[in-house]
């Protein structure tokens, strides 16, 4: 059974930093696509960063420079390093996996539909 757990949010003034982890258990094969994730009240979900088994991680435009997206393959646990904060990146954040890292190439707007697992979210609250 795939868990991911999420946590390391919390409210922090603009400018400021946050780490976000994601510890992640049962995940098999050696295809996967794993992802973050963010929605705010009222708006639709969307795909923040993504790594693809081989390694290879892409950001939304809104956080690329800012967010840094790492795994720790001895410890199963995933980071979002996010810098620079702004009040529009408040939202809760998701850890969120796929056993075909094909869906790593789907388009941002679609990459929530190809994810099998999800953790229950962290808050991040950014004042201004």
């Known amino acids: 059974q795939v868990q991911l757990v999420e946590s390391g949010g919390g409210s922090v003034q603009a400018g400021g930093s946050l780490r976000l982890s994601c510890a992640a258990s049962?995940?098999?094969?050696?295809?996967?696509?794993l992802g973050w994730f963010r929605q705010a009240p009222g708006e639709e979900r969307e795909g923040v960063a993504i790594?693809?088994?081989?390694?290879?991680?892409n950001y939304a435009g809104s956080v690329k420079g800012r967010f840094t997206f790492t795994l720790d393959v001895a410890k199963n646990t995933l980071y979002l390093q996010m810098n620079s904060l702004r009040p529009e990146d408040t939202a809760m954040y998701y850890c969120?996996?796929?056993?075909?890292?094909?869906?790593?190439?789907?388009?941002?707007?679609?990459?929530?539909?190809?994810?099998?697992?999800w953790g229950k979210g962290t808050l991040v609250t950014i004042s201004s």
């Open positions: 969120a996996a796929a056993q075909r890292g094909a869906v790593c190439g789907l388009p941002w707007t679609h990459l929530h539909y190809g994810m099998d697992y």
């Open positions: 790594r693809h088994s081989d390694g290879t991680t």
């Open positions: 049962g995940l098999t094969g050696s295809s996967y696509c």
